[in-house]
């Protein structure tokens, strides 16, 4: 039997999915409140404490606190010195703002993407260059068990960025992914103390206009 005798015939079909139609949107993005970051960075100490179990844990030594050492790990920074904010931070922020005109999540999460400028040295988080010099302050939060403790975190004062967002251009229009980012420039919010921060209804922090 010859090989054209075994290979299927072809067939006739209608094709109904469409091909990815991916576009990509630049934003110039100017803070309008204070931006404040924090990188995890305590990893290591807690796979330790783990390891260790309840005796490491009662005969640990408590170190002095090192603010310093603090900040300077909780700042997200690429491999050229230049500081970044986490690009999964304008990501999710774009998702969370859907629910403020009916869209569905479940659709903008297959259809909004940021594109990084670079990463962050250390873990390798994806990151958009922040314009801008930090300071630290020193916060009260308060832990899971609800006791306060005070934490180190950089916070920008004056800042921008180039944002740069890749998008399905059947689900939305350069018109909606511009309003959908004013959105969350305006209501949302990226960062420490965002007003749609998980745990409160945040100190207004990383509010932005488009420039």
């Known amino acids: 039997m ?27 993005i100017v803070g309008t409140t204070p931006y404040a970051q924090h990188r995890f960075w305590k ?18 030594k408590k170190e ?4 310093d050492k603090d900040y300077k790990e909780s700042t997200y920074e690429m491999k050229d010195g230049s500081h970044g904010i986490p690009a999964s931070a304008f990501r999710q922020a774009a998702i969370s703002a859907c629910r403020l005109v009916g869209f ?7 259809s909004v993407f940021v594109l990084a400028d670079g990463a962050d040295f250390r873990d390798g988080t994806p990151l958009i260059k922040i314009e801008g010099e930090p ?16 934490r180190a975190r ?25 309003n959908l980012v004013a959105r969350v420039g305006e209501q949302v919010g990226i960062g420490e103390g965002r007003p749609d921060s998980k ?3 945040g100190l207004g922090y990383g509010l932005f206009a488009i420039r």
């Open 104 to 110: 569905k999540m479940t659709i903008a999460k297959l």
């Open 135 to 150: 300071r630290q302050i020193v916060m009260p939060v308060k832990n899971d068990t609800g006791v306060i403790d005070l």
């Open 64 to 67: 002095p606190r090192d603010f």
């Open 43 to 60: 990893k290591a100490e807690l796979m330790a404490v783990h390891q260790a179990g309840s005796a490491g844990r009662n005969k640990k």
């Open 154 to 178: 950089p916070q920008w004062d004056e800042w921008s960025a180039n944002l740069r967002i890749r998008y399905d251009g059947d689900q939305f229009s350069l018109t909606d992914i511009t």
């Open 2 to 28: 010859s090989l054209a005798e075994i290979r299927p015939k072809s067939v006739d079909t209608e094709v109904s999915i469409k091909p990815p139609n991916m576009l990509v949107a630049e934003f110039k």
């Open 199 to 201: 745990d409160s209804a």
